[in-house]
């Protein structure tokens, strides 16, 4: 269908023939990747086809576009678009995807377009693929709405695909005062998801604090709290939240910050919940390989959350051990396995209902420690399980004789070949790179490792 491939798909230019009549160009099968402009929607990066590599869901209001004869109008309002990462630093719409036979975008936006929503990217059924919540308001559909789209990406035909079902939250929304707050609660290994905003659940027509809970599974019991009476929170009304273990227990704390008649607020409330969180266990078997194109894969054996037995999401780095530089998915204690910030659910990797895998790319030369560890969604983890691996070309694998040269803030590697150099400060960030022999910037003063094929030196500047 044309009016699928406007703005998607680039199209050749139009002509005119002897007779002074326009031929209006053809589409061809080359992506724009071009991003529609919208606003006053959400957006969240999730891996989506299992690949390893964030795509993009957005939400919002768009302009439409009459301007193509061809093509047709090019429906405006509330739009849902879904941006494929094609491991290039590109990223190609693939919005038509989600067209059924002889549909066209306007039927995709008149399902799941929306511009007054929040959304989270999470693996809500925990089968290892990531999924989408919609809560807010969809105009074409009567009042606020709560809506999950289960992920049923099919790898045959490599097209992304969702199935709606009912997400059993509560509808609420409220785009510039919204809050919402998704994680596990009460130990059972399933989000709970707090949220504030206006609803016209039940009746109510206004702004309310809502709690959905889970009792050990993806169907949720839902409360009201606070019930919009300041009194209960100090006198006063809650306008931003968020969550974190402030007592040390493993279970999530709540915070809550806003203004009132008596000056600014921030109020903590502990996590009394009679519940004992249990962390997954490590993943075993892990192995590390370095494949034809300078990437590291490594696999390991799926684990299971200590309290569900379900998918747990996985995190993983990978160090250099001469430099200690470090690749990691989501901050955390190598040692200890904790995790130094809440990220996004959607930032861990999973298996894709698969033997779990993760490739790191374009990775030098040289030793390697790869770890893997197993993380729950209250964020209590793992120690990381490891193992070794050594990434060489059979030509690199050889003792280059180098010699470091600081003029001003440059620094010349002198070496018999054009071999990459690569600087490191001494805890393992990389601050430099560059080819040996050529002078490569080094802003800053102290002690810095230069890597240069099998040899590491130390230098002071």
């Known amino acids: 269908v044309e ?22 160009g053809s589409y061809t099968q080359e992506p724009t990747f071009e991003a529609k402009p919208m606003s006053h929607g959400s957006i969240m990066f999730a891996d989506f086809d ?24 090019q429906v405006g309002g509330d739009n849902i ?74 790898a045959e035909t490599g097209k992304f695909a969702f199935e709606e079902v009912p997400a059993g939250l509560t509808p609420i929304s409220g785009t510039t005062v919204r809050l919402a707050t998704v994680v596990d609660m009460n130990g059972d290994d399933y989000p709970d998801w707090a949220m ?18 889970s009792n050990g599974s993806s169907q949720y019991t839902f409360d009201w709290f606070w019930d919009n009476e300041p009194a209960e929170i100090g006198g006063h009304f809650s306008e931003t939240m968020s969550f974190g273990d402030l007592s040390g227990d493993g279970l999530v704390d709540m915070l809550a910050s806003n203004w009132w008649t008596n000056g600014d607020t921030l109020c903590f409330s502990l996590n009394t919940t009679d519940a ?66 809440y990220a996004q659910f959607s930032a861990y990797v999973l298996s894709g209902g698969e033997e779990p895998t993760y490739t790191f790319v374009n990775v030098p030369a040289g030793d390697y420690t790869v ?11 793992s120690e990381f399980a490891t193992a070794e691996v050594s990434a060489y ?54 002690l810095y490792l230069v890597k240069v094929g099998n040899q590491v030196i130390k230098i002071t500047k």
């Not at 406007?6 to 326009?22: R, S």
């Not at 770890?371 to 983890?381: E, K, L, P, R, T």
């Open 371 to 381: 770890g893997v560890q197993a993380v729950s969604y209250s964020y209590v983890a």
């Open 276 to 341: 004992q969180v249990v962390a997954p266990a490590a993943p075993a078997s892990v192995t590390a390989a370095r494949d034809a194109d300078n990437n590291v894969v490594v696999t390991w054996d799926a684990s299971a959350l200590g309290v569900s037995g379900n998918e747990p999401m996985y995190n993983l780095y990978l160090t250099e051990k001469s430099t200690g530089a470090t690749r990691m998915i989501v901050p955390a204690n190598k040692e200890s396995g904790f995790q130094s910030g």
């Open 81 to 154: 678009r879904f941006y494929r990462n094609t491991q290039d630093g590109m990223f190609q719409d693939v919005t038509d995807h989600l067209c059924a036979e002889g549909e066209t975008l306007a039927n995709v936006f008149g399902r799941w377009g929306t511009e007054d929503s929040w959304l989270s990217a999470l693996d809500f059924n925990q089968d290892g693929k990531v999924d989408i919540v919609f809560v807010g308001t969809m105009p074409y559909r009567e009042g606020k709405q709560s809506v999950l789209l289960m992920n049923v990406y099919d």
């Open 196 to 213: 504030r905003g206006w609803t016209s659940y039940e009746g109510i027509n206004d702004w309310r604090y809502s709690i959905n809970y």
């Open 3 to 24: 009016i699928n491939k406007l703005g998607i798909y680039k199209k050749t230019e139009t002509t005119v023939d002897e007779e002074g009549i326009e031929i209006p």
């Open 50 to 73: 299992n690949d390893g590599w964030l795509d993009i869901v957005a939400t919002g209001y768009t302009d439409g576009d009459d301007s193509d004869p061809v093509a047709g109008p």
């Open 393 to 446: 070309d059979a030509l690199n694998k050889v003792n280059v004789d180098i010699k470091a040269v600081i003029k001003g803030n440059n620094l010349i590697v002198k070496a018999a070949d054009m071999e990459t150099v690569n600087v490191y400060s001494v805890d393992g960030i990389q601050v430099a790179s560059g080819m040996a022999n050529t002078p490569i910037q080094l802003n800053g003063k102290g």
